[in-house]
């Protein structure tokens, strides 16, 4: 009994693994379909003149748009902001809130923001074509099972790329944007970071925020030398 049980625990595990990466997969569907339906009416919001602000150019048609596989935004707990960081504690809450590149000649020009529920996504906004280009150079090479993620630190104004194949964050690779970089001292250029391991550089740099810089006394001006009557 207890062999078969060893044996068909396994199996359960893997069985609701492929749920999960499939649940995930559905969603990633919907949000692009929603995308994709919602497209042609914020894209026409464009005004002439404002094709740079979203990175087209002048010569460039938008009616070859298409979208591209979305970003789900993650964030940090209340708990993680409040609290110390305890082990075995989880920090990291999924929201339903997704950036989905719009995709032109191959490039990622901008992005529109998704929110909503399965069967009720709707675009509520648009923009970050910088973004768009720095998240295509670390998505362009992963797997197409990937799962990709945008971790977002609002104290901090800074953001994560991240991806993982098995729907586990205790082996997600994060890496750093470039708000990232400015927000958050100490940060190595290219390096990326387990989820551990930006919970404590964000709690340092919070921590840091917090405290006041040193007030600069004002110079002493040299008092004027009295005149020497002669």
Known sequence: MIQTFRFIMPLLFLALCSFQKQNNSNKEVQVMKAAEGQMDLN???????????YGFTTFDSMDLCTVGKPYRLLEFT???????????TNYITITNNWRVPVVLGSQHRFLFSVSGNPGNYSITGMGDAGLARELQKFSQ???????????????????????????????????????AYIAIPGLRSGATYSLSEVQELVKKAIE????????????????????VQK
């Open 43 to 53: 894209l026409s919001k464009i005004k002439p003149g404002q094709e740079r602000n």
């Open 78 to 88: 209340n708990d993680f902001y409040t609290n110390p960081i305890e082990e075995n």
């Open 141 to 179: 090479s992963a797997n197409d099972s990937d799962e990709f993620y945008i971790l977002t630190i609002y104290p901090l104004f800074a953001e994560f790329y991240g991806q993982e194949s098995h729907n586990s964050f205790s082996e997600i690779r994060l890496i750093p944007l470039a708000s």
């Open 208 to 227: 840091a925020k917090k405290k006041p810089e040193p007030v600069k006394e004002a110079p002493v001006k040299p008092k004027p030398k009295k005149k």
